[in-house]
């Protein structure tokens, strides 16, 4: 532990019983929130630099009715994981992407941004502040989530006069309720994620809310979640509602490309790699939905999703149905991509760090 987290575990009441396990039925992990011990949070104005910030008690906070994020959805999201090995080793996944990712999002969005080595070091001090909500090996993770918004108060619109940045962390298992079981999906043509020109190329808060009701309206309907397709052309694909999404045909696996309405993410691009490293040729590119009906798999990628298999789509009352198997490439890179995160397959790519 750095000694940045000594001094701010000490200043706030950390004890010997924070390195035991917390009393977690680990068994069942979902994806919902367990509040967990300690955040992190750091403050700025709108011309500064964000400079120190400190662990806290895990709890609500104090913001002004006309804050900018609540008024004016002036925000911005993160989602990384920390893994807990068989050798008690504590290890998180390339967070310096999340941490330059928010940084793209937060110009997008008129924001201040912690620096990387910030960003960085607010996410290792959260992960172990709470390391005994880290789940053991095997049974899932801990998800962190650092926000970064306008908090001070504005009325006509414009960009917050303070941000603050907060970190804090949730145990997790599956995200889906179908757990690993292949997903449903419904190949939405009213509602949109992004619009060209709009947002969705960034994690900004204002992507998620308006899918609700997509969601909604799909798992009404039976289905585990949405596709969503692109707003000019209504053809291409674009997104499931939290992941990206990837189709196989032969030897040739593609996603749509990040052209400013699909989420760079961070489980995408390595899966980019290790499907490569696997003598997979990959494109990221535009997909029309007509492709998917003669795809031989199609799966979705993402921090809390990881690889997901999908067993089928809805496209206009019409569903087609997908082999699933335990010899699907979903499962092929799952099993890399966690044997990386667990230590079992060599990290080449210097994708982990230890904390
Ligand atoms: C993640 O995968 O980390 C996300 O941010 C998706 C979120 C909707 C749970």
Redesign the pocket.
Known sequence: ASSSLREACESSNYSRADDEYAGVEWDNLGFGLMETDYMYMMRCGRDEEFKQGQLSRYGNIELSPSAGVLNYGQGL?E?TKAFRREDGGLFLFRPQENAIRMQIGAQRMCMPCPSVEQFLDAVKQTALANRRWIPPPGKGSLYIRPLLMGSGPVLGLAPASEYTFLVYASPVGN?FKEATAPLNLYVEDEFHRAARGGAGGV?SITN?APVLKAIARARDRGFSDVLYLDSINKRNIEEVS??NVFILKGNILSTPATNGTILAGVTRKSIIDIARDLGYEVEERSIPIEELINADEIFCT????GVAPVGSITYKGNRIEYKTSTQLLSQKLYSRLTGIQRGIIKDNRGWIIEI
Do not use: I, L, P, Q
């Open positions: 999201f989602g995200y994690k998620y939290s992941c993402g921090t809390a999703v």
